[in-house]
């Protein structure tokens, strides 16, 4: 099942929504339904794809391109919570409690995003049980995560907060070799550590310096994950 874009993309370009994860699975019947409501939208890179304390109107699947959660401080400063990437949804909080949006999402790079309006939403969610079922453990993750980065917050050394959210980024790839695939940009991490990006750039040189890591195109190669993690404890003195 497959669905025009409606709105500022280019024409021709179709969406196919039994690929989304979300709707994986799903009865033809919710999906066509989906078809009919579902629209396309395409933002430039540093673009607002939602605004904090907005009216929860849409269900957002991110098809293409990579965003990222923000949130403001008391004192007006940016704080990102987490990125998103094709085949993430967001949204779903002001969907399922009818509240303003909690957060502000921007685009890191071009992105397209296809919209559900909240009747259509709210259908999909109580009429279909793996759906449901899909959305609160992507809620149990999420509160997880946020819990995760509130501790990295709460890390008075600036490298420290560098060193535990690439820690927190870093995954086992196939071949045992641990990686970050899809490296944030110096900025974003700094907006997520609540730092500035000439911090980040030097907590990075240090951990390369002493082959802790090593670049590789948009991918970070962790070749000594132990060392990384004594230095989110310690700093860079255990990198010495």
Avoid: W
């Amino acid at each position: 099942m497959t669905v025009a874009a409606a709105g500022p993309p280019r024409p021709g370009l179709t969406v196919h929504v039994d690929r989304i994860p979300l709707l994986n699975g799903v009865d033809q019947e919710t999906l066509n339904m989906v078809a009919a409501s579902l629209q396309v939208g395409k933002f430039d890179k540093g673009a607002h794809v939602l605004h904090k304390g907005g009216a929860g109107e849409h269900l957002l699947f991110v098809l293409s391109g990579r965003l990222q959660v923000v949130d403001l401080t008391e004192d007006g400063r940016e704080i990102g919570l987490n990125f998103l990437g094709p085949g993430d949804y967001f949204g779903e909080l002001a969907i399922i409690d009818g509240l303003p949006r909690s957060a502000s999402v921007v685009a890191c790079a071009v992105s397209l995003v296809a919209t559900l309006p909240r009747n259509q939403a709210l259908r999909l969610i109580y009429h279909c049980p793996l759906v449901a079922e899909r959305l609160l453990k992507r809620m149990a993750s999420s509160i997880r995560m946020a819990a995760n980065y509130r501790t990295i917050l709460g890390i008075p050394n600036a490298f420290q907060r560098v060193f535990a959210l690439l820690n927190q980024f870093a995954k086992v790839a196939p071949g045992g070799l641990v990686v970050i695939d899809n490296m944030p940009t110096q900025q974003e991490i700094a907006i997520t550590v609540n730092t500035s990006r000439e911090s980040v750039s030097r907590a990075i040189h240090v951990l390369i310096q002493h082959g802790v890591v090593e670049k590789d195109m948009r991918r970070l190669i962790i070749r000594q994950p132990d060392a990384l993690r004594r230095a989110v404890s310690s700093g860079d003195e255990l990198l010495e």
